[in-house]
């Protein structure tokens, strides 16, 4: 069965031309009910525009306090509500209202490491660099109502070479968000991920599954 997905974005939204492009190649069932970004010029909003996705700019400084935006962005989501929340960059706090279990989000280190509110992008493989850490990786988790503290779905780690930069490092980790996240989406497809407690197990496939 197809998927329902609204992705959340900021920036450049790689993260959603990445979901794409999995789904042209038969490895992700999804259909995409809304793109929606907290940045009026976000070029995810013209790469959603691009392959014909509904694209909505909800630009965080329009809104009085953190309430009234997560008012907008669950006013979009109502129009053609989806069945699972993806957020791809996304660098506001979002109120789950109704999709615990069902919003998921990448992170570019291994959580609880390096996590938490302020660290996104280049400001993680600094963090990483600086403190001599031998190790990271990427993380898929189900979003909570904190940053980065929800159950963890997916997590693979990478070595730190002596010669990394945040970019070179970034480049990398980058690499295994674009395999884990897709994965994560269609294992939530496909009804195999079960929630207990903090955490999430991965079911089998069932009988006559592909």
Known sequence: MTLRIAVLLSGSGTTLENL??????GRLDVEFTAVISSKTGAYGLE?????????????????????????????????????LV????????IELRGYNGRAMNTHPALIPAFCGKGFYGERVHRAVLDYGAKVTGAT?????????TGPIILQR???????????????????VERELYPRAIQLHAEGRLQIEGHRVRILPKGPGAA
């Open 20 to 25: 794409v492009k999995e789904r042209a190649q």
């Open 47 to 83: 790469r959603a525009r691009n392959h014909g996705l509904p694209a909505h700019a909800l630009p965080r400084s329009m809104y009085p306090d953190e309430r009234a935006f997560n008012d907008a962005i669950h006013g979009v989501l109502a129009q053609d509500p989806p069945e």
């Open 86 to 93: 993806v957020l791809a960059g996304f660098l506001s706090r």
């Open 140 to 148: 898929i988790h189900y979003c909570d109502e904190q940053y980065d």
């Open 157 to 175: 780690a990478i070595d730190v070479h002596e010669d990394d930069t945040p970019a070179t490092l970034g480049a990398r980790v980058a690499e």
